[in-house]
């Protein structure tokens, strides 16, 4: 069953790819990233240490963007935790007005 899945996956991938290359745009940016890439890798390549400064920069550049989506996140969570707090001051403050309301209408 598994066999057949990822064969028929990969039938629809080569037919997918093969359709889309009949557009001339398409064919020509192919072409272009391929070109880039080869380049690319040719300077890696030849030095190799380059592509490790280049995967170190990756790396540093991303594990900044999640710590700041991160410390985002943890602004966010700690503004609907002050919201949450203060809906339960509001609601508690709510619920003595009520009982004093009820008190006063005992005692007449």
Known sequence: ??????????IGAA???ALM???????????EKS????TTCKGYI?????????????YEYLSKQL?????DLLKLLNKAEDIIN????INQEVEQQIRAIDTSEDAS
């Open 86 to 89: 203060r809906v339960g001051e």
């Open 1 to 10: 069953m598994a066999k057949k899945l990822c064969t028929g996956m990969l």
């Open 35 to 38: 070109k880039a890439a080869l």
């Open 67 to 71: 710590n700041k989506g991160v410390e």
């Open 21 to 31: 290359m009949l557009d001339r745009d398409t064919r020509q940016a192919t072409g």
């Open 15 to 17: 037919v997918g790819g």
């Open 46 to 58: 030849a030095e190799p240490s380059q592509a490790v400064h280049q995967l170190r920069l990756n």
